[in-house]
């Protein structure tokens, strides 16, 4: 739901990004209320525990629904939605991220 409200609508993807949601909740909440406290920025941007599992992956541009299984020489590699393609995105591009 998040992913396909976020996939279509530019600005709200933009307006994410400068929020930085620090959970799937605090996501959910902010696409139905527009509201949502800050993150903190000294957290890191993707956990271990997001490994192996679907991950909404934010970089400065866009969001990827992604199956990250490794993080290799500063590239998270893992398989990307819908196409479950092989996807590679360079870790100090991804702005946040949450399982």
């Known amino acids: 739901m998040v992913y396909n409200l976020l996939k279509s609508n530019p600005s709200m993807l933009q307006m994410f990004i400068q929020q930085r949601p620090q959970t799937l909740q605090q996501a959910v909440q902010f696409a139905q209320f527009g509201t949502m406290p800050q993150r903190e ?43 479950l393609a092989p996807c590679i995105i ?7 991220a949450f399982c």
């Open 41 to 83: 920025d000294d957290e890191r941007v993707l956990p271990g525990f997001c490994y192996n599992r679907w991950a909404l992956v934010f970089t400065f541009s866009d969001v990827f629904l992604m199956w990250p299984v490794t993080n290799l020489f500063g590239f998270v590699i893992g398989y990307c939605f819908p196409a």
């Open 90 to 96: 360079p870790d100090f591009t991804i702005v946040f």
